[in-house]
């Protein structure tokens, strides 16, 4: 099995979005923690899907939840939203390439149970081509009944809790008219986390992990 955390003070953690805003509403605040507790880390942060002003949003918001690392690649795509199944063989390639490249400490990525079908390839592409490393699967609220029971969950101080939610309402002004894309459904569900988890603050992120050891 895995061990949940590598003992070195330095990470290389590896960010996957299947569009410009899903890393930061499923792990924004555990990136923020996790480059805290280890200084010196180093993020490459990849988006698959975006259009040329919603890039602009994921370039800027990167920056602005990895700016504790030490390096930070940022890599945004244009695959079309939407179409990932039918875009398998290109993604694939882009996922095999990230082989030849230095091995991530922990991956943050989406989950296998998610309903939407771009994000469900990409953790299928995620698990599929990372096979002995951490894998940490987030959640992403939406319309769709597909949130879980994380088996994993990472206690948020407040502060933190609230520097990822003004973080999204700063850089995504283009998904500030959804209903859903509003402070109270990003702190509710971290409160619901936080209550699962006992967390002191009462804030917590939850992911789905297959396989780790301590």
């Known amino acids: 099995m895995l061990r949940l955390l590598p003992a070195q003070d330095r990470l290389h953690i590896l960010c996957l979005g299947a569009h410009s805003d899903d890393i930061e509403i499923g792990a924004g ?43 930070i690649r940022i890599d945004v795509h244009s695959i079309r939203d939407g179409f990932f199944p039918a875009a398998f063989t290109e993604l694939k390639e882009r996922f095999e390439a990230l082989k030849q ?44 009944p597909d949130l879980g029971n994380p088996n994993l969950f990472v206690p948020l101080e407040g502060a933190v809790a609230a520097r990822k939610v003004g973080l999204l309402m700063q850089h995504f002004a283009t998904q500030r008219s959804r209903r859903w894309f509003n402070p109270e459904t990003f702190f509710g569900l ?10 002191p603050s009462g804030l917590a992120e939850g992911f789905f992990a297959a396989k780790f050891w301590l």
């Open 29 to 71: 605040a555990t990136l923020m923690t996790l480059l805290a507790r280890h200084p010196g880390s180093t993020v490459h942060w990849i988006v698959f899907s975006a259009s040329p002003d919603r890039a602009e949003e994921a370039k800027a918001s990167a920056r602005g939840f990895a700016e504790n690392a030490a390096n």
């Open 101 to 144: 490249e230095p091995r991530p400490d922990v991956i943050l990525s989406h989950v296998r149970t998610d309903h939407h079908q771009d994000h469900r390839t990409l953790a299928e592409l995620t698990t599929n081509t990372f096979r002995d490393h951490l894998v940490l699967g987030y959640e992403i609220p939406k319309y769709d």
């Open 190 to 199: 971290m409160r619901l986390r936080g209550l699962q988890s006992a967390a």
